[in-house]
């Protein structure tokens, strides 16, 4: 019985010890949820500005080159798209759905489709499902950290945007939304079309005084576009990210109340043990004592 009431002493110890683990993962993820919510709402009113300057300009100027040429057919094999996922687990299905979601809306596309994954989990299974990689980014672990990887997703889609390869270009995360929950969700981020472009001319002037354009036309639309790509892949890093947290808090809201189930039965476990171990040692004494007085009794006898 002592063996027996050990082992569940070390196993409920265990169980302590994990279920602190997972409390201080849940207190990570909901923190770490909300410094990305913030990011992506302080986000808005600068993408809100690019776009009207982007607007100002297409107001005032004849379609770009760039969108006249979106508007052609790409041949087949010039397909590029960036995923973003988790480097870490305990995520639930955050990486499984947003892999499923890329794999079924690339194999759509004509041509051949080249990826980079921004995580080493949702990098082996792309890999796993044939599609070739350009290469895999370490995921961000905090705010500050997002703007160098974008800068690097920036380099790595003009380096081969100047070699030649003006391939359409998709990104591909995860959205939070209310309750804790996330949505797959994708956009072609490139080439610029002349659709977009339309939509962008058509947003309002906050006032009435009509914008202009100052420093050359084309530098400004070439500075516009920078930093709209910057905020869209900047957005689509965040949201990724809060919706991990998400996944992660949960998987560990589900794992607490696992616990929570486990223990209560150990605890049970133990306390009857103990019980059925306390009501032996009596029944022994009253035995013994039981023995002796009729041992007794039969000397006096």
């Not at 960036?82 to 759509?108: C, H, M, P, R, W």
């Not at 500050?144 to 003009?158: M, R």
């Not at 472009?197 to 400004?220: C, D, L, M």
């Not at 032996?280 to 009253?286: A, G, K, R």
Request: glycine letters at 8%.
């Amino acid at each position: 019985m002592s063996d027996t009431t050990a082992s569940l002493s070390r196993q409920i110890t265990s169980a302590g010890d994990l279920q602190s683990v997972v409390r201080t993962m849940k207190a990570l993820a909901a923190a770490s949820i909300g410094q990305y919510e913030k990011s992506v709402s302080a986000l808005g009113d600068y993408y809100r500005t690019v776009e009207l300057g982007l607007g100002a300009y297409f107001r005032e100027n004849e379609p770009s080159t760039r969108a006249a040429n979106a508007e052609k057919p790409t041949k087949a094999g010039a397909i590029r798209a960036v995923v973003f996922g988790s480097d870490q687990g305990l995520v639930g299905q955050f990486n499984d759905i947003i892999a499923d979601y890329a794999i079924e809306t690339l194999a759509a596309l004509p041509g051949e489709v080249h990826v980079w994954a921004v995580g080493e989990r949702v990098h082996a299974r792309l890999v796993d499902a044939g599609l070739s990689p350009l290469g895999l980014f370490t995921v961000p672990s905090s705010v500050e950290a997002i703007t160098p990887l974008v800068g690097q997703i920036q380099i790595e889609s003009e380096a081969h945007r100047a070699g030649g390869e003006d391939a359409p270009l998709y990104l591909f995360h995860n959205q939070p939304r209310a309750g804790g929950q996330y949505d797959p969700i994708s956009q072609r981020l490139l080439p610029l079309d002349a659709a977009w472009e339309q939509e962008r001319a058509k947003f309002a002037w906050p006032n009435k005084s009509r914008p202009e354009v100052i420093g050359g036309g084309t530098a400004t639309l070439r500075a516009l576009i920078r930093e709209y790509l910057f905020i869209s892949l900047f957005r689509a890093c965040a949201e990724s990210l809060a919706s991990e947290n998400a996944s992660r808090l949960a998987a560990m809201q589900r794992a607490d109340k696992n616990i929570d189930d486990l223990l209560e039965t150990l605890h049970g476990t133990f306390h009857q043990l103990r019980q059925s171990g306390i009501d032996e040692e009596l029944f022994d004494v009253i035995s013994g004592f039981e023995a002796l007085s009729s041992d007794k009794h039969g000397t006096v006898a």
